[in-house]
T-cell receptor
Framework: GENVEQHPSTLSVQEGDSAVIKCTYSDSASNYFPWYKQELGKGPQLIIDIRSNVGEKKDQRIAVTLNKTAKHFSLHITETQPEDSAVYFCAAPVEKLQFGAGTQVVVTP | DVKVTQSSRYLVKRTGEKVFLECVQDMDHENMFWYRQDPGLGLRLIYFSYDVKMKEKGDIPEGYSVSREKKERFSLILESASTNQTSMYLC????????????FGPGTRLTVT
C-alpha cells in the first residue's frame, strides 16, 4: 500500500549469508509491525511481529528492528537456508493493516 | 491450528459472469478479510467484516461486494466479472482488529477471460 514502502522487491542471497528487508511507514500513530512469509502456493503466514514499545525482537534466525523516529522497521534473516526462499511482506496499521509490496527472497545453495 | 479454507484454488470465468468466492474459518474469529494480490502491489484490502452481517470497505471495493451471514463464512462476490479482476484472492481471519495476527487461506487464482 502507498503508506507502507518495502525494499528491495527481490533479494538473492547465498546460503548462509544474511538477508535484510526494509520497510517505511507514514503514520506516526502506527504501533504494530508484523512480517508475513508466503511460500509458493500458500497464503501468507505471520513469522514475527513487533510492537512500538520495543526496538528489537528476535526469534531464532529472524529478528525485527524498529526505529520509530525514522518510521522504519527491518527484517533480518541470518544464516539463510533454502527454506527461507519465499515472498516476505511487512505491514503496519493505518486504520486498517496496510501491507508492503513484498520482497521475493531467493536463497541459492 | 486455525484453518482458513477457500472454495477453489483455481477458477476460470468469462467476462460478465457473476462469481462467488467462499471462505470458511474454524476458529470463531470475529474479523474476516478479503484481499487481492497482484505482482508489485502486495496485498490490497477489498472488504472486511468485524461481525455477522457487518461489512466495511477496504482500499479497492469497486466491482466487488461481500456477504457474511454466518460468523465462520465470508463470501466475495464479483457481480459482473471483468478481465482486470484477474488476480489471486486471499481470505483471512483474525481474533481482533488490525493489531492481531491474521490467518490466511491458500488463495484462489481467478482468471477472467
Amino acid at each position: 500500500g502507498e503508506n507502507v514502502e518495502q525494499h528491495p522487491s527481490t533479494l538473492s542471497v547465498q546460503e548462509g549469508d544474511s538477508a535484510v528487508i526494509k520497510c517505511t511507514y507514514s503514520d506516526s500513530a502506527s504501533n504494530y509491525f508484523p512480517w508475513y512469509k508466503q511460500e509458493l502456493g500458500k497464503g501468507p503466514q505471520l513469522i514475527i511481529d513487533i510492537r512500538s514499545n520495543v526496538g528489537e525482537k528476535k526469534d531464532q534466525r529472524i529478528a525485527v528492528t524498529l526505529n520509530k523516529t525514522a518510521k522504519h522497521f527491518s527484517l533480518h534473516i541470518t544464516e539463510t537456508q533454502p527454506e527461507d526462499s519465499a515472498v516476505y511482506f511487512c505491514a503496519a496499521p493505518v486504520e486498517k493493516l496496510q501491507f508492503g509490496a513484498g520482497t521475493q527472497v531467493v536463497v541459492t545453495p | 491450528d486455525v484453518k482458513v479454507t477457500q472454495s477453489s484454488r483455481y477458477l476460470v470465468k468469462r467476462t460478465g459472469e457473476k462469481v462467488f468466492l467462499e471462505c470458511v474459518q474454524d476458529m470463531d474469529h470475529e474479523n474476516m478479510f478479503w484481499y487481492r494480490q497482484d505482482p508489485g502491489l502486495g496485498l490490497r484490502l477489498i472488504y472486511f467484516s468485524y461481525d455477522v452481517k457487518m461489512k466495511e470497505k477496504g482500499d479497492i471495493p469497486e466491482g466487488y461486494s461481500v456477504s457474511r451471514e454466518k460468523k465462520e463464512r465470508f463470501s466475495l462476490i464479483l457481480e459482473s466479472a471483468s478481465t482486470n479482476q484477474t488476480s489471486m484472492y486471499l481470505c483471512a481471519s483474525s481474533l481482533g482488529g488490525s493489531r492481531n495476527e491474521q490467518y490466511f487461506g491458500p488463495g484462489t487464482r481467478l482468471t477472467v477471460t
